[in-house]
């Protein structure tokens, strides 16, 4: 049944073009668009939007939760049965939501695409759904697929019984790997607002399952004294990273390893040699993991900087996270903290580099631009994540206050102390707290959405549940655009492909950046990911040969959203492609049937 599955959701793409054509040197973006930023309303969610994910180039997927006591959220979205929705996807044109039909309950999943370009759901809430119709299934081991289509007939699918995770999970992270497949890493057992020794889920899977024991599907994995063939596999880190650990934030980099990041602590994991090697703690005792939220994004990846990554993770807390929490309260300060390490050997010795943001923020969204740039929107000043844990809770279950109304821009390349910018960016009116999202879209805007820091649908609270949709427009977009046609549907790693560019007047060369927009919840953006592509223009500035990126680990296969930016900052739409064959990931039909004959999977 996985075989097949996973088989059949692939999607089909068309071959590549490799013609060339003359060169010129082209110098990545020096300079960024200046001037006044927009902010519009347009459209509602249907649903809350707890987490959020840009499909297609006209689609969105939002998913809100079930809350605690039986039956869905009553959000204003009404499935074909009469009941409220909270699974939705929306026309990013029309804005127009239609209700998708989840079984288990959604919240606090994790999500990302399968290298075929299926989206893969992962854990969730052990509250079972009823109603008219009984769509109940545990949401703890879930995985619910859905295939993006132009015809509105697509749907999730799930089937708990055949296709599950190992163990139960509320608030994994997970990241895609170079084969396609997703890592699933950590979360917790049972419901709780923080993790703890009882609830911790301290290991990773596979999804679809490996044998990491000797070969498997072609790699040669370390030998290990123990056999992980389909079944979880232990984390000493997520044992020890106690007790705000949830959500971890994780991060494919180019030698193939992963970088992860929760609590106060940091490491390099091999999941090929199955070992974790500990980095500098995060600095001045800031935790960023949930319920104490940051957010972190990897810088882009040039071939300027060979490829070298660099991680940059801000706001949170330094709240003692073992601290009873009737000492707690919803005006206690978040971090105003901004860290960055590049890892590689020099930059892991030299260890984090401190910066300040102008705003203390816990729950922030970090979202790339595709000129560079890092964008930091949403969150609250005060508090923390979760529901009615504080004894000052506000509405009147929030644990945060003082929310955070104007988005700050990162400079990555400007100088130390200043980088950050939020001139012509106009103040949002609407709280986004928790179970708020961002994220980019292929025309170059930041989508906001959510925000339900008090349970189920709460109009008349002091901070209501959230359905408006919001569009922040950089200043690049009332500039000339370029625009290009002829994007493959899917790029080789490595092959030249030809785009037919049409630039504005005076345009002096241009960059090609190849970006995941990631899939958004609690501030952790599981897979987003810039990739900048060599790129040469033609002599008489109308064809832009681009060469597919090196290797999968610097771009893991599947969809990718591709934009051609001036040298000014302006960029095109970005045009989905599908990188690498657009093949299912390995599946090892013997790691699945070892994974079923598992007694500790509870099936």
Known sequence: MLHLLVTLAGLAHGALSSNVSSPSVVDPPSTFVSGAWSLVQQGTSGVSGMQLMVVTETTALIFDKVRLTQG???????????????????????????????????????????GNGTMLSTGGNPIVITGTHIYG???????????????????????????????????PGSVRLEDGSVLIVGGATANGWMNNATAN?????????????????????????????????????????????????????????????????????????NTETELPGIPNGVRVSYPLSGSAVMLPLTPENNYTPEVLICGGSTIDDKADPSTLSAQDAASNQCVRMVLNKAGIAAGWKVETMPQDRVMADLVLLPDGRVVIVNGAQTGLAAYAIVPDALGPVSNADHPAFTPVVYDPSGPAG??????????????????????????????????????????????????????????????????????????????????????????????????????????????????????????????????????????????????????????????????????SPPVDQGAIDNLNNQANTGW
């Open 72 to 114: 869905s959220e009553h959000n204003p979205l009404m499935t074909e049965d009469g009941e409220p929705a909270w699974t939705a996807e929306l026309n990013l044109n029309t804005h127009v939501v239609r209700p998708l039909h989840a079984l288990s309950n959604t919240w606090c999943a994790t999500g990302g695409f399968l």
């Open 418 to 583: 200043y980088r950050f910018n939020s001139d012509g960016i106009p103040a949002s009116t609407i709280p986004r707290m928790y179970h708020s999202t961002a994220t980019l879209t292929p025309n170059g805007s930041i989508l906001i959405a959510g925000s339900n820091p008090n349970t189920d649908i709460t109009l008349g609270t002091e901070y209501q549940t959230e359905y408006r949709l919001e569009y922040y427009s950089p200043a690049y977009m009332s500039k000339p655009r370029p625009s290009y046609t002829g994007l493959p549907a899917k790029v080789g790693y490595g092959a030249a492909f030809t785009l037919r560019v049409d630039l504005p007047p005076g345009t002096t060369g241009v960059t090609v950046a190849l970006m995941d927009l990631g899939f958004a919840t609690h501030g952790v953006h599981m897979d987003q990911r810039f990739v900048k592509l060599v790129s040469k223009l033609s002599r008489d500035g109308k064809t832009l040969t681009v060469t597919g990126p090196p290797t999968a680990r610097i771009y893991p296969p599947g969809p990718a959203f591709v934009y051609v930016v001036t040298a000014g900052g302006v960029p095109s739409f970005g045009h989905k492609t599908i990188v690498g064959t657009g093949a």
């Open 201 to 273: 889920n301290p290991s990773y899977e596979f999804y679809p399952p490996k044998n990491i024991n000797g070969k498997s599907n072609g790699y040669t994995f370390q030998t290990l004294p123990v056999s992980f063939n389909g079944v979880k596999i232990p984390s000493s880190f997520l044992a020890t990273t106690l007790n705000a650990n949830l959500f971890p934030f994780v991060m494919e980099l180019p030698d193939g390893t992963l970088f992860i990041a929760a609590n106060t602590r940091a490491m390099i994991y091999s999941w090929r040699k």
């Open 137 to 171: 299934q545990d949401g703890l081991q879930a995985l619910r697929f859905f295939t993006p289509c132009q015809d509105t007939k697509c749907d999730i699918w799930e089937n708990s019984s055949l296709v599950h995770t190992t163990s139960p999970r509320w608030y």
